[in-house]
């Protein structure tokens, strides 16, 4: 396949709701969610958890002017808590689009601006000497982002709202829908989650809770299953599921072990199913 073609993704943060750094979550990643979407020289970042510390660390050392566009699935903490230490945002020169919805009276900028206001951080989001522009977006829209850059983004199920994302690049798709709850009566996949991830070589998808688990109190909390999971890339006939966002109780182990149920289900099937896990690059 051409370079130009190729679209190359890193998970930075993997964890949902907090951080959960650990010997038991050392293999896999205990940072919140981050990943870097690469699409020939376009530098795509989705959220801003923890992890996005790193991948600014890895941007500096990388050297040169760094230019990325930069997409919010929606605005709770474990998903913008990375936005004051991720250090190319305080470089002049530097320049970043911040995507993401408004909520309510407050503007995409005001939210992530309160974030950093006294007496809650001690530098202002002002500080930042970058060129940072913020661009609010809603559910359905499809964005050109220029360099045959498509993100088109859906509505999740999820407290306070959540946006899907999907982005399109040189033939490839990739699909990231963390944060979103399935029907907990048991009724088909999500129509939204399927509608944004159809045929999709890739999915990223929120698998915070076994069905167990998630019967056991958690109903309501706006997170999904390993087993919804499966059903959503089946509905949708993608070509890769990753399980995405995984819980800060869940072990390495424990990860794994739901890995191997998963794959043993999907066994006849071309489906392939993988853990997301930080620091390894993927190739669509």
């Not at 130009?4 to 010997?23: D, N």
């Not at 360099?147 to 859906?154: E, G, K, L």
Request: hydrophobic share 40%.
């Amino acid at each position: 396949m051409p370079a130009e073609k190729v679209m190359q993704f890193r998970f930075w943060g993997v964890r949902g709701s907090i951080a959960a750094p650990g010997p038991d979550t050392i293999k896999y990643g205990g940072n919140t969610p981050c990943v870097e979407v690469r699409c020939g020289d376009r530098l795509v970042i989705f959220d801003g958890g923890t992890g996005l510390r790193a991948l600014g660390q890895s941007l500096m050392a990388a050297g040169g002017r760094v230019e990325a566009d930069f997409f919010l699935s929606h605005l709770h903490w474990d998903h913008i808590q990375g936005i004051p230490f991720f250090t190319p945002a305080f470089v002049p020169g530097n320049r970043i689009r911040i995507y993401g919805e408004r909520k309510g009276e407050r503007s995409l900028q005001a939210v992530l601006e309160g974030q950093m206001s006294d007496p809650n951080f001690p530098v202002p989001l002002s500080v930042m000497r970058s060129e940072i522009s913020f661009h609010e977006i809603a559910p359905w829209v499809d964005l050109d982002l220029g360099d045959a850059v498509r993100v088109r983004t859906a509505p999740m199920s999820h407290p306070n709202g959540c946006l899907g994302l999907r982005i399109e690049h040189g033939g490839r798709s990739l699909v990231y829908t963390t944060d979103t709850e399935h029907d907990p009566d048991g009724g088909p996949p999500d129509p939204n989650v399927v509608a944004l991830a159809r045929d999709a070589d890739v999915l990223i998808y929120d698998a915070m809770y076994t069905e167990a688990q998630y019967r056991a109190g958690r109903v309501g909390w706006g997170h999904s299953t390993f087993g919804e999971a499966l059903r959503v890339a089946r509905a949708a006939g993608v070509g890769t599921l990753y399980f995405f966002h995984h819980d800060p109780v869940h072990s390495d182990a424990f990860l794994e072990a739901q890995l191997e149920i998963a794959r043993r289900e999907t066994a006849e099937e071309s489906l392939e199913v993988v853990l997301a896990q930080e620091g390894l690059v993927f190739e669509v």
